[in-house]
DNA sequence: TCGACACTTGCAGTTTTTTGCAAGAAAAAG
DNA sequence: CTTTTTCTTGCAAAAAACTGCAAGTGTCGA
């Protein structure tokens, strides 16, 4: 076999898998562990792969680590957003969750729209700041370094001297079966305080954390009035979710 | 699993979820805890993620504000933030006011200092949330677009319920006979009730606002218990300030 | 055809990287 | 303040990478 027909090979095995073991390939090719370890690192050095210790990826496959830079799903998340936002009403009273799907939603809000808004997170109070229409009210507290939220008791009191028309939450793992949950306790306590102080509770969620848990329990499917994924409203995934007294957007 | 395909991973569930225990990482992803603290320092190392104690949260979160370009006067400003800087003591309570000078004074906050922090500026608390030691808590309400901080009868009640060892506040104009005065009354309000809470008041000041003054007055000169200015406390300019029951620095 | 030459390949020994473990330090929780 | 959890550090075993070397292969010109 000639050194270059093995190298292909060893190209489209990547790009087909993504990531290749350095011992399969050399298996697959019945050639010894070394010869394939040169040829990758000549590849490599040809940047038509990238080596890694134990094997070979895909250069596509890491430049989506490249992207984290940014936000992580942003077109998702856009979409999302956008379907967030054709909900609102002039004078209408919401509230923001924090979370990158909902600063995505606070960045397109129509620089015309009157609203007031209610937040507690630190980066969309300074979105929603630049926005003249907006009426922009923080509900405060202990900032919470991870989140850039306040949080507990004396916001959750605070939340419930409160009522708004339309609350956007996100949530860290939803469910149809088990509702939304998080990992954290305390971010239970303070989305079921929005919840409580909400007419309706809007859920905005990429399609990746469907079905997906963790330990404590916002609340159940039914307490949500409105769900929007990046997702068509038909599409199969949201199967689960149907007739729960749900919309789905 | 190749160790890149590994850090993919929990990138992808950083990202997802916002934030992330090491110890359900290492149960999803099969390997020791070790290993995944070992992978998210170096994804930390590489901005890909932060590190907190414990787990690992995205970056969506926490981009803390570069400092816009051109602040005016910034030497003198850093100056006087150095000095407000020296006079905290580990435990303290206390208030920072809105404004480039207090920012730059929270921008140079010791890392290893403990403290407890209130304000009410959307700016401040961005810089003070990226520090990990410092307990911080946002007074909330109506938030001011121009100036980026509360504002109104429902952030001066909030100020009423606490009480600082230290208040660091900047003001648009001060006079050694009229006192601390703003063009806005509004603003003059909030000093006050923040005046009226805190032990002890400290002036920040660049010298080019002494002797200066307008319309609506925050308090006397005898109501501060420290002013700070860039100059040397025995700088002539500072003639007027003295024997007014206020230390100079 | 022969031999010089460059290139490739596999092997063995050494070095580096990765990984899990354990003990003490540090940090959070109660 | 005490208890529990997490972090750090050093260590050792295993896996992988690198290095030098020798054997094999093919090319080219005499």
Sequence with gaps: ML?????????NEV????RVLLTDLAEKLDVSVDTVRRDVKELDAGSKLRKVHGGAV??????????SSNIYALNEKMAIAEKAVSMLKEGAVIFIDGGTTCLEMARMIPPK???TCFTFSLPVALQLAGMPHVDLIFIGGRISPESMISNGAYTIQRLAEVRFDYAFLGTGYVDALHGLTEFDWDVVQLKK??????????????????NSQHRFKTCDIHEINTMITELSPENNLLNLFRNQDLRLM
């Design 15 to 18: 790009d087909l898998h993504n």
């Design 3 to 11: 050194k270059e027909e093995r190298q292909q090979l060893i190209i």
């Design 58 to 67: 895909s250069l596509g496959y890491t430049h989506t680590a490249a992207r």
């Design 113 to 115: 729209l009157k609203l």
């Design 193 to 210: 305080a929005v919840i409580r102080a909400s007419k309706k509770a809007v859920l905005l969620c990429i399609s990746e954390k469907l």
